[in-house]
């Protein structure tokens, strides 16, 4: 099971006037680690690479929202 690692959001309103917005813009960015690991490759003999790997899997989202609008209405 994955554990994620950082969740960033930013959310934004589009506005024709301050009482109301227009649309809502959300986007969400999810960071959640990867396998890793190190180790010892020996290609030759006499020669060693060492290796150090750490992954992570970055997940992006964007959800726009446009508000209803009513206008004039007559709630008589």
């Known amino acids: 099971m994955a554990t994620i690692n950082r969740i960033d959001g ?8 301050e009482a109301e917005p ?5 986007h969400v ?3 959640t ?7 010892t490759i020996e290609p030759n003999v006499g020669q060693k690479i ?5 992954t992570e899997t970055v997940t992006e989202s964007t959800i726009v929202t446009i508000h ?4 004039n209405e007559n709630l008589n």
């Open 22 to 26: 227009f649309a809502t813009v959300i």
């Open 33 to 39: 680690p990867g396998p890793s690991g190190s180790g």
């Open 68 to 71: 209803e609008r009513r206008e």
């Open 10 to 17: 930013i959310e934004v309103h589009v506005m024709e006037n």
């Open 50 to 54: 060492e290796y150090d790997v750490e």
């Open 29 to 31: 960015t999810t960071i």
